[in-house]
């Protein structure tokens, strides 16, 4: 099951407390008592794992290291570890106060700094105080309730409504092994592939309603509003391939006016099902859409083919 909206509270560690100690050596007296140490900050790492959300599905409290407290001897107490949180790039994180969002593999960004560790009582001393008991508690780290939010950074979008193909032609040109079956709503979570240096996202599919929660659409509506480029897949052997373009268009533009505005290419899908005059029927029909149009069945090389060749197209541009 794939997590990809989930909340946590962070919590950075206490800085650790200075400390009241004297030289107990002979003929060496004033203050030795150290500073506490940093407490440990939160960080962010971005990280290609679409699934890395899944660690906070039952873990929902997350806590950095304290500081630990100043010693004698002007010891100072060591600092809290550093927490690193493995999140997927793509993922809005939203701190309530402001929103960050990792972008590419390997960034970080500072969620939660750790409280500053409490000064000793020799950094009281003075010629007016020799023996200061004087000393500092050190900070409590910052602390959020923190909304992670997977929005996957895909270059091409699979749209359509349910059974149309799209896992189909995933799996025909990348290493992906989506599952693909004869009924709806076989894909149930978002599906990558890589085509070269070109990453296609099939989303399950949508019906009417997605948008205000039915089926599996209002889940995922948000993993295509970062794609460039849109497939939408309507399967040629419908009653009317003109109403269910717009059955899906009408769902995208619910979601974000956005999705609507971006470069689209119909894939009609299943050609090898309807007769030639049919296809040529239906391809009119579509054409009122002003949209590239492209009848496609896996079987067929000659429409693979003009996959590939847009593919490559898009890629050379990128």
């Known amino acids: 099951m794939l997590v990809d909206d989930v909340k946590i509270k962070i919590k950075a560690g206490k800085g650790g407390n200075g400390s009241v ?22 960080w962010a ?3 290609s794992d679409l699934g890395a959300l899944g660690q906070f599905r039952f873990k929902k409290e ?8 100043g010693r004698g ?9 550093d927490l690193i949180l ?3 790039i793509g993922t809005e994180i939203d701190l309530g106060s402001e929103k960050k ?32 008991k004087e000393f500092q508690e050190g900070l409590g780290g910052e602390n959020h309730v923190v909304h992670l939010q997977l929005k996957m950074i895909a270059d091409i979008g699979f749209v359509g409504l349910p059974n149309v193909g799209k896992s189909s032609l995933l799996n025909e040109l990348t290493n992906c092994q989506a599952k693909v079956a004869n009924y709806r709503f076989t894909t149930l979570e978002p599906n990558l592939g890589v085509y070269y240096n070109l990453i296609l996202a099939d989303i399950p599919g949508l019906i009417e309603g997605a948008a205000e929660g039915k089926g599996l659409g209002i889940k995922f509506l948000k993993h295509i509003e970062r794609t460039h480029i849109i497939f939408h897949f309507i399967s040629a052997d ?10 899906v268009q009408k769902e995208l533009e619910s979601h974000n006016p956005e999705l609507i505005q971006k470069k689209t290419f119909i894939i009609l899908s299943r050609a090898d099902l309807i007769s030639p005059e049919d296809l040529k029927g239906k391809t009119e029909m579509l054409k009122k859409t002003k949209k590239k149009i492209i009848p496609l069945s896996i ?10 060749k847009i593919l490559n197209t898009i890629s050379q541009e990128k």
């Open 62 to 69: 997350i806590c950095a290291p304290d500081g630990k407290d």
């Open 101 to 132: 969002e990792l972008t590419k593999t390997g960034e970080k960004i500072l969620l939660a700094k750790g409280g500053r560790g409490g000064k000793g009582n020799f950094l009281f001393r003075s010629s007016r105080n020799t023996s200061p």
């Open 238 to 247: 419908c009653d009317n391939p003109l109403q269910d373009y717009e059955t």
């Open 73 to 81: 001897q002007f010891r100072d107490g060591s600092d809290g570890q």
């Open 45 to 47: 790492e971005g990280v």
């Open 299 to 308: 079987q067929d090389k000659n429409g693979l083919e003009k996959i590939r």
């Open 21 to 42: 100690n004297f030289n107990k050596n002979l003929m060496s007296l004033g203050p030795t008592g150290g500073s506490g140490g940093q407490g440990g900050n939160v």
């Open 86 to 88: 493995k999140i997927p």
